[in-house]
């Protein structure tokens, strides 16, 4: 708990997915796998709300979004959402529209990096989720789809158009999200999509080395690093340089950066405390 909360307490049960927390890594896990996890209204209200408490857990350095059973994500539940949205007027449509939107802000803006493994199909409003996390760890039966054109709809949803042509350049970014169609790991992997991509037994153990290494690195700098490149994609080179800078140089100042030159002198590895 920080001194920057006042008197709203946080949230310790959350009621649409699991929540864990192992040492300094918490773990989201979708939990309907009867259905390929879908995300329900009260799953992208619940997750939007988390995102923004997860920096005021002191404990918590990372954040890994997963699914039970066969699957990440199948997307939004085709009754519990598009069969409701159908009946809804205009000002609730925008009232979910931009909640889904704020989920994928939240992610991209969290300074606590997310790591989202993708084990089976990440579809629809899933493959958007994986899109937002700072790394996708993709077994070699994971697969990618951005359906919304196919029920539809824009493929721009909850800011696709925006990050993906920045993950897989504009040209392929047009085919995935006008056609729809769905794309393996290998491919995943060669367009950029995918951080790396392991073996289907591998996953869970992958997932977890890339969490303990992240849980255990230098927060500030990981934290400004996910700020910096979030925030420089719509800036000018020139501010973005100076964004830099300001940033570097109150790095600068802190015990990590410190501690970095002491162990090097010393010949050991740092002892990273996040100050």
């Not at 209204?41 to 920096?55: G, H, S, T, V």
């Not at 007027?89 to 529209?97: N, Q, S, V, Y």
């Not at 934290?223 to 109150?250: G, I």
Request: charged share 20%.
């Amino acid at each position: 708990m920080t001194r920057f909360r006042a008197s709203v307490p946080l949230t310790t049960d959350w009621k649409h997915f699991d929540f864990t927390v192992e040492g300094r890594v918490a773990t989201v896990t979708l939990n309907r796998p009867e259905k390929f996890n879908p995300l329900t209204f009260e799953a992208y209200a619940d997750l939007r709300d988390l995102l923004a408490e997860l920096p005021h857990h002191g404990n918590i350095k990372v954040l890994v979004i997963q699914g039970r059973g066969r699957a990440f994500c199948g997307g939004g539940d085709v009754n519990e959402i598009i069969g409701e949205l159908i009946k809804m007027r205009p000002g609730e449509l925008m009232g979910f529209t931009k909640m889904t939107g704020e989920v994928i802000a939240a992610m991209r803006h969290c300074p606590v990096p997310i790591i989202v493994k993708v084990h089976g199909m990440a579809a629809g409003a899933g493959a958007v989720v994986a899109l937002a996390a700072d790394f996708r760890v993709v077994g070699r039966a994971g697969r990618f789809a951005f359906l919304f054109t196919k029920v539809g709809l824009s493929g721009g949803d909850m800011g696709a158009a925006y990050l993906l042509p920045r993950v897989v350049g504009l040209g392929r970014a047009t085919s995935l999200l006008m056609l729809g169609d769905t794309i393996d790991a290998d491919t995943a992997d060669r367009y950029g999509l995918a951080s790396m991509v392991v073996d289907d037994a591998d996953i869970d153990d992958a997932v977890q080395a890339l969490a303990d290494r992240i849980a255990t690195g230098p927060t500030l700098a990981l934290a400004q690093t996910k700020s910096l490149l979030t925030r420089e994609l719509d800036m000018s080179m020139s501010a973005a340089m100076e964004l830099d800078a300001m940033t570097q140089a109150l790095l600068m100042t802190t015990d990590d950066h410190a501690e970095f030159h002491a162990a090097f002198n010393s010949r050991r590895q740092p002892e990273w405390k996040g100050q």
